[in-house]
């Protein structure tokens, strides 16, 4: 029941996300079948796409990436423009032909392993981060996708041992920690996962989705009032109405018993490139 809440947010999140200005299913309103670019932080990826114009960014990396398939660059932007018109395993297939040719490109295995697990492919998307940096050389970034990929595959132990070398590097990096709150929620331990993503909210340069995951842990916990006031810090009216909408119909779902979904969710943080 507790991840059919969680799924049921999910689902809510990308409805809104596709008609509005709300950054892409609540952060990391990441299901295990929708994929994790949508999981903000999770994956450590700034999307680059513009909402307004992804098919003209589609086209134009299209004819660059078909005047040269071998091209490293040109593969990563096409996949990354795909990916941001959920045409997820167009983009794994780009990547793939690309890391094919370019078998150490460690950039582009870490765009094609963000891909996989866009995709829902976690094991192999967990294989492929792992030759994109190294022990010599690790990427928090990476890092922290890796985490969020085997949270995705119930592996929360695991995952936190990676979220903690990242935060190694990057120390209370709201990314994540956002992501790492969320690792809890998965779990169930709602108060753990609430005490974390505190933190991340309170750093300057959180992003507005460590917000409404806080909000959204909260208001599981049956805190409503508390968690609308959460989401109403710096936000524009519309958004707002619509987060709370949301926030109470997932209530509503877990007051009377009913909730409905594919798989799992949950929500992420800033993303950084």
């Known amino acids: 029941m507790f991840q059919r809440l969680l799924?049921?947010?999910?689902?809510?999140?990308?409805?809104?996300?596709?008609?509005?200005?709300?950054?892409?299913?609540?952060?990391?309103?990441?299901?295990?079948?929708a994929g994790l670019s949508d999981i903000t932080g999770s994956l450590g990826e700034k999307?680059?796409?513009?909402?307004?114009?992804?098919?003209?960014?589609?086209?134009?990396?299209?004819?660059?990436?078909?005047?040269?398939?071998?091209?490293?660059?040109?593969?990563?932007?096409?996949?990354?423009?795909?990916?941001?018109?959920?045409?997820?395993?167009?983009?794994?297939a780009v990547l793939e032909q690309a890391t094919i040719a370019n078998?150490?490109?460690?950039?582009?295995?870490?765009?094609?392993?963000?891909?996989l697990a866009d995709n829902g492919n976690f094991q192999q998307a967990y294989d492929v981060l792992s030759r994109a940096h190294t022990p010599e050389d690790p990427d928090w970034r990476i890092l922290?996708?890796?985490?969020?990929?085997?949270?995705?595959?119930?592996?929360?132990?695991?995952?936190?041992?990676?979220?903690?070398?990242?935060?190694?590097i990057a120390p209370e990096e709201p990314s994540v920690l956002s992501n790492l709150g969320l690792s809890y929620v998965l779990s169930k331990e709602l108060p753990?996962?609430?005490?974390?993503?505190r933190q991340a909210s309170g750093r300057p340069d959180a992003d507005r989705r460590v917000r409404l995951n806080l909000a959204l842990v909260v208001a599981l916990?049956?805190?409503?009032?508390?968690?609308?006031?959460?989401?109403?810090?710096?936000?524009?009216?519309e958004d707002v109405a619509a987060d709370v909408a949301y926030l109470r119909q997932i209530l509503s779902r877990k007051q009377s018993g009913r909730a409905s979904a594919e798989k799992l969710p949950v929500a992420a943080a800033a993303q950084a490139d």
């Open 221 to 237: 916990q049956g805190r409503l009032t508390e968690a609308e006031n959460i989401v109403k810090a710096d936000r524009p009216a």
């Open 103 to 115: 078998p150490s490109n460690k950039a582009l295995l870490a765009g094609y392993g963000r891909a």
């Open 192 to 197: 753990k996962a609430e005490e974390i993503l």
């Open 47 to 92: 999307p680059e796409t513009s909402r307004n114009a992804p098919q003209r960014e589609v086209d134009s990396y299209r004819d660059r990436f078909r005047a040269n398939p071998k091209d490293p660059e040109a593969a990563l932007q096409y996949g990354k423009a795909l990916r941001s018109t959920g045409q997820r395993s167009q983009a794994v």
């Open 7 to 33: 799924q049921q947010y999910c689902l809510a999140r990308r409805s809104i996300a596709r008609g509005s200005a709300a950054i892409l299913i609540v952060g990391l309103c990441g299901c295990q079948t």
């Open 144 to 168: 922290s996708a890796q985490g969020a990929v085997l949270d995705q595959l119930g592996r929360y132990e695991e995952a936190r041992q990676y979220y903690s070398s990242a935060l190694k």
